[in-house]
């Protein structure tokens, strides 16, 4: 390594232990996702899948609902997380033996969720200053009904999904509730939306519902409110689905936790293209499922090696120039394994305690493509040894090939380790090439 390089690393750690951790993983940016996995908050970064896990002071992870006026997160169960201090606050106690389902920030702020306690459901308005909880209807089910999804209007009425099963069939109804008197009328009903999980608006104001047909095929339907009229998006294939979010370009995000009619290599984020609902899986990580996602709002900025700013400030700009930077879509200018930070939340940090890491040169990330459970190069093929151009789990692209990066150097150890592995990989690579170039 070359001299100066070995200079920015040392003077990048000592500004790393300068820092909170809370304010150095804390930082979110617009289009950033945050995801809860078990007991563990991720900032996601979507264009890269990097992953950071939010340093939370005083409290749990919490599933994410959305954001308030001062840029606070804002969870189930009526709970607060300031950033990028981590600081957490409950909002108010949400009472014993209280059970909740779903839960919508609406346009004044106000927390509203679906009370499943029995023997009625509720919906529940919780101001998010004081904690005041107003009960605005309840008794919406009887014993043979119950509530899914809610969302809440730009004119500040409450979309709330019901079931109903009769004669051995089940009905999905959308309900419009009036928030001053908690009277309602019913948008939609038809048997052909018989279990909505979650629902959202998307930036043009559309519902975007997450619902599972009577097979348990998971799907997004995105409706108009006016009229009931409603399409299906996506379905299966990727998608089995637990919870959803947009960003402010309209992506749609949703957490998959659901093995049906899914290959199933651990959670992942899924994000669906609003126009022709191509699905592409954007984050996956090893374990616990991933029970919440929101995004952070505002136009993404451009990822730091690809923005024209020296971000690092070590005297190079972007990529290629910036050693840091494997490829322009990084999100930074600092090699994931030398920047102090946990970025696959495995426990452990940069080289040489990350078992990813299998360098602190820029080449070398925490969970490189050929290890992260993910088809990057979309060839049907994942990671290493399933994928023949991936020579090594710590190599950070599955597809090499013209105007592609070339392979990262792999560490010596003899003929029998590393460089054996090597010539084998380069071998499986030029075998692939000649597949393809054959077809």
Known sequence: MHLRRRLVLVFTGLLLLATSPAQAQNELRPGDLLVTKGSQLLRVEPTSGRSWPIVIDGGPAIAPVGFDAAGALIGGRFSRIELPSGRYAVIRSPGQNQRYGDAAIGPD???????????????ERVDPVTGVLTVVVSGLTTSEQDLGGIAVEPEGTVLVARRERSLGITYGSILRIDPGSGAYSAVVTSPDLPYIDRMTLDPQGRLLI?????????????????????????QGDKLGAWDIATDAAGGIYVSDVSSVGVPRRGPQIVRVDPVDGAQRVVFRGPGLEFTGVAVVPGMPAPPECSNGRDDDGDGRTDHPADDGCFAARDGTEQPSCADGIDNDADGAADFPLDA????????????????????????????FPEDPECALPSWNFEHFGPGLPEPPPVPSCGLVGAEAWAAFGMLRTASAWRRRRSR
């Open 109 to 123: 702020g106000a927390l509203w969720s679906v009370n499943t306690t029995e023997p009625n459901d509720a919906i």
């Open 210 to 234: 997450l619902d599972r047909t009577a097979s348990g095929q998971s799907r997004l339907v995105r409706m108009d409110r006016s009229t009931g009229a409603y399409t299906v998006l996506t």
């Open 356 to 383: 990813g890491c299998a360098s602190a040169e820029p080449w070398a990330q925490e969970t490189p493509q050929c290890q992260n459970g993910i088809d990057d190069d979309g060839d049907g093929y994942f990671d």
